[in-house]
């Protein structure tokens, strides 16, 4: 075999990352995760506009606070929040391992695709007169929301999602 079919034939090595080492010492006494290089303190993004959705059905108006609501990339999150350690959370971001990173990065793009056909059903709740429906489309919202961030929580904490794929898309079959 020659060597240059010889080295095709040899397992990729990840080259070692000796900063990763070092960032992962800074993460001690963080909200960051150690493993992930993470913080869930990401998901109060979220949060924010499932606390306005809940308003809702008492404060119909409570659809406009909620559509100001707009996406935030976990680097922009970081760098608009008060968070005590958010240039080391973005530092860390950069580094994360893509077996995290990847399934995170996915689960909060299609959370922040399906939040406008959310609100566009509230709308059409609202619109309808019907307290019990604008209350049951209201609270489908809420809950999905929650039920992905719960998926995006154990991501960023290095946990199997306790929900598959399969799941995951039927919830968000809308």
């Known amino acids: 075999m020659s060597s240059a079919a010889q080295l095709a034939c040899e397992p ?3 080259p070692d990352n000796p900063g990763l080492d070092e960032i992962r010492a800074r993460l ?10 993470l913080a869930t303190d990401y998901l109060n993004h979220f949060n924010e506009l499932v606390m306005v959705l809940d308003l809702i059905p008492d404060m119909p108006d409570c659809l406009e606070d909620a559509r100001e609501w707009v996406p935030k990339s976990y680097e922009e999150h970081f760098a608009d929040s008060q968070f005590s350690d958010a240039a080391l959370a973005i530092e860390a971001y950069a ?5 995290y990173k ?5 689960t909060v793009e299609r959370l922040n ?13 609202i619109k309808s007169g019907d307290p019990g429906f604008l209350s049951h489309e209201t609270t489908t919202a809420s809950q999905t929301l929650q039920r992905l961030m719960d998926v995006v929580s154990a991501l960023i904490n290095g946990e199997q999602p306790t929900m598959g794929q399969e799941s995951v898309d039927a919830l ?3």
Do not use: C, G, Q
């Not at 001690?28 to 290089?37: D, G």
């Not at 580094?95 to 077996?99: F, I, Q």
């Open 12 to 14: 990729k090595t990840v």
């Open 28 to 37: 001690t006494r963080t909200n960051i995760n150690e493993k992930t290089l």
């Open 95 to 99: 580094n994360a391992p893509p077996e």
């Open 102 to 106: 990847v399934p995170f990065e996915t």
């Open 113 to 125: 695709r399906y939040i406008p056909r959310f609100l566009d059903r509230i709308d059409e709740a």
């Open 172 to 174: 968000l079959d809308i």
